[in-house]
């Protein structure tokens, strides 16, 4: 049984930092595309970032250019997302996903595995 746990959300302020981690379990994570999604309050889920099997590779939405950066440890089959900088509109429920393919193909369809989601919420 696949299972993602995100950690790592929760109330900060604008202009605060967070990292984002998804603990895998169920799968061999070393073989997988990881990536993160998120969905903002009455928004539709949209693709943050991915990252090839190695690490080697990552990709974000043009609009998370700049502030967002994914990670990964095969060694602890974890992938995180550090988000600096934080912004009131990056309030959504971050949702760490195992997509199927290559890392620069990644799209909520593609997706094999979903995690619960973690909350963070950007007071101003």
């Known amino acids: 049984q696949v299972q993602l746990v995100e950690s790592g959300g929760g109330l900060v302020q604008a202009g605060d930092s967070l990292r984002l981690s998804c603990a895998a379990s169920?799968?061999?994570?070393?073989?997988?595309?990881m990536a993160w999604f998120r969905q903002g309050p009455g928004k539709e889920r949209e693709f943050v970032a991915a990252i090839n099997w190695s690490g080697s590779s990552t990709y974000y939405a043009d609009s998370m250019k700049g502030r967002f950066t994914i990670s990964r440890d095969n060694a602890k089959n974890t992938v995180y997302l550090q988000v600096n900088g934080l912004k009131p509109e990056d309030t959504a429920a971050y949702y760490c996903a195992a997509p199927r393919g290559l890392a620069q193909n990644v799209a909520p369809s593609s997706v094999s595995y979903w995690g619960r989601g973690t909350l963070v919420t950007v007071s101003s």
């Open positions: 169920g799968l061999t994570f070393s073989q997988w595309t």
